[in-house]
């Protein structure tokens, strides 16, 4: 699998905390983030090629991605056919597993401004650990989506 990173301004430092534990925990992953960041910059030109990479082998490339709030990230993100980016900001983590289990979710967007480092790294190790079941109705409703 390959793994992509990416973050805005927003977004930044906690990326750096990620990168670093995902690295630990040893995968590899590819950073796609701006070398240089500013308030003004717009993630959806940031998300844009991150989002194309993934829609090129969906099933085999997955994405971490982060801004302020996680939304608009996650709004670009789903944009391309193949991406399914669900939204974490905090609360209930199970809707974490639940994004894989079910959703088969290849883009986890998270909000920055919304999650300690403990609790982001948290999330990031769950989804990565948390395989797709492969269920039928959901293989089915996946389809649904990529026709519709």
């Keep these: 699998m390959k793994l992509l990173i990416?973050?805005?301004?927003?977004?930044?430092?906690?990326?750096?905390?990620?990168?670093?534990?995902?690295?630990?925990?040893?995968?590899?992953?590819?950073?796609?983030?701006p070398t240089v960041t500013s308030p003004t910059d717009d993630y959806p030109i940031i998300m844009h090629p991150v989002a194309i990479e993934v829609a090129r082998d969906p099933e085999?490339?997955?994405?971490?991605?982060?801004?302020?709030?996680g939304t608009g990230e996650?709004?670009?993100?789903?944009?391309?056919?193949?991406?399914?980016a669900a939204i974490y900001y905090g609360g209930n983590p199970e809707i974490v597993k639940l994004s894989r289990e079910h959703?088969?979710?290849?883009?986890?967007?998270?909000?920055?401004?919304?999650?300690s480092k403990e609790d982001a790294v948290s999330a990031v190790s769950l989804w990565l650990a948390t395989p797709f079941s492969g269920d039928e109705r959901h293989v089915r409703r996946i389809k649904e989506i990529d026709t519709l």
């Design 60 to 69: 085999n490339i997955k994405a971490i991605i982060i801004g302020g709030s």
């Design 6 to 33: 990416a973050a805005d301004h927003a977004g930044i430092e906690l990326k750096n905390a990620l990168v670093k534990h995902v690295q630990d925990a040893g995968h590899e992953i590819v950073d796609m983030s």
């Design 103 to 115: 959703n088969n979710a290849n883009v986890l967007s998270l909000g920055a401004r919304f999650l």
């Design 74 to 84: 996650a709004i670009e993100a789903n944009r391309h056919r193949g991406v399914r």
